[in-house]
């Protein structure tokens, strides 16, 4: 059986995809993180939030470039016109890759007090 059931830290990091909710959760004092999607559900988890999440692991593939590799691995840093041409320029000679996302699939989530 594929089922999970984890207690963590809601952080800074929530988004929307693909009319779903994402999040990042913090577990074990910022050991771990286990992004937690929530399906065509509006969601409203705060940060620093504890919560106890029940769900299964799903994993989904995406074909990424190394322009929005960086572009994502970078989103919260300055511009930074020098590295934006060195990237350009090995994206040209780079295909993109496969790259996996491990997720859990919320079913119940329980906020603690």
């Given at each position: 059986?594929?089922?999970?059931?984890?207690?963590?830290?809601?952080?800074?990091?929530?988004?929307?995809?693909?009319?779903?909710?994402?999040?990042?959760?913090?577990?074990?004092?910022?050991?771990?993180?286990?992004?937690i999607?929530?399906?065509?559900?509006?969601?409203?988890?705060?940060?620093?939030?504890?919560?106890?999440?029940?769900?299964?692991?799903?994993?989904?593939?995406?074909?990424?470039?190394?322009?929005?590799?960086?572009?994502?691995?970078?989103?919260?840093?300055?511009?930074d016109?020098?590295?934006?041409?060195?990237?350009?320029?090995?994206?040209?000679?780079?295909?993109?890759?496969?790259?996996?996302?491990?997720?859990?699939?919320?079913?119940?989530?329980?906020?603690?007090?």
């Amino acid at each position: 059986m594929n089922q999970v059931t984890i207690e963590g830290t809601v952080t800074n990091d929530i988004w929307t995809y693909s009319g779903d909710t994402l999040f990042r959760l913090r577990y074990d004092d910022g050991n771990a993180f286990f992004t937690i999607r929530f399906r065509n559900l509006p969601l409203d988890v705060k940060p620093g939030t504890r919560i106890v999440i029940t769900g299964e692991l799903i994993s989904r593939e995406q074909r990424v470039d190394l322009e929005d590799f960086v572009r994502r691995a970078t989103r919260n840093g300055e511009p930074d016109e020098e590295l934006d041409e060195l990237v350009k320029k090995l994206a040209r000679r780079l295909e993109p890759v496969n790259r996996s996302y491990t997720e859990i699939l919320a079913r119940e989530i329980r906020t603690l007090r």
